[in-house]
């Protein structure tokens, strides 16, 4: 009889498993622990404060930018050149389940994420000028015009990768 109570007690606590999992996966679910989505947006506001430093030839920094542009809370900033995969800007911002609404493959230089944590603030299409931004960036980066090529871009100081 052991090896039939053996049984009965490995499936029973199989079933408990199961059942525990099944509601911990509908929990998740109801309270936002399934996929995360976010819609990349135009945001003529944050371009034309971008387009400002390109135009006044003065720098600034991010925080300033952002502030103009009316963007808060947020701690950095990301930017990704088009074409790019959905995979790889959340290998890069370590935000592994996001889907990614409107990623271009063309039509836009890049796509530009402000996150709080692992949060997503903002994300926005690029177009003209350009930004030149390797890692990440924070309020306190600079923010300088490089008007090299026929649109001119802007160099914004990386604080990590």
Do not use: Q
């Not at 099944?22 to 989505?37: E, H």
Request: charged share 20%.
């Amino acid at each position: 009889m052991t090896g039939v109570t053996g049984v009965a007690s490995c499936w029973a606590r199989k079933l408990t498993i199961l059942g525990l999992a099944a509601a911990v996966a509908a929990t998740g679910a109801a309270c936002g622990g399934g996929p995360n989505t976010v819609e990349i947006v135009e945001d003529p506001v944050l371009e034309t404060a971008f387009e400002k430093v390109l135009a006044d030839g003065e720098s600034r920094t991010l925080g300033e930018v952002a502030e103009a542009a009316g963007i808060s809370g947020w701690d950095r900033m990301y930017y990704f050149r088009v074409p790019l995969l959905m995979s790889e800007v959340n290998r890069s911002i370590g935000t592994e389940s996001t889907l990614w609404e409107n990623l271009p493959t063309a039509g836009a230089d890049g796509v530009i994420i402000s996150l709080s944590g692992n949060s997503v603030v903002r994300a926005v299409l690029d177009h003209a000028p350009s930004l030149d931004l390797h890692g990440y960036a924070t309020a306190d980066s600079a923010v300088t015009a490089a008007p090299g090529g026929a649109r001119g871009t802007i160099a914004v100081e990386a604080k990590g990768r």
